[in-house]
């Protein structure tokens, strides 16, 4: 179910990044959310996989970063 309610939250990623085409203010947002909640930043991968509903912060950063990058990019 955890697996599952990840990849959701990996789909709203990118469909907030679609809407808003803004990586930095997401990512921003992200740092925010992690340092007021005390996020573990670097969590066990099998504890992630048991115990997570959302995938680790810095996970969703490379991922929006990512997306950002490819936006950029010359065609």
């Known amino acids: ?4 309610m990840r990849r959701h939250e990996r789909e709203a990623d990118y469909a907030s990044y679609e809407l808003t085409k803004d990586a930095e ?3 921003s947002a992200f740092v925010k959310l992690s340092k007021e909640n005390l996020s573990n ?3 066990h991968p099998l504890y992630v996989a048991l115990h997570y509903s959302h995938p680790p912060i810095l996970e ?3 991922s929006i ?3 950002g990058n490819k936006e ?4």
């Open 65 to 67: 970063r990512n997306m």
């Open 60 to 62: 969703r950063i490379r």
């Open 41 to 43: 930043l670097h969590p």
């Open 1 to 4: 179910m955890n697996s599952l």
């Open 25 to 27: 203010s997401m990512v």
């Open 72 to 75: 950029n990019q010359p065609r």
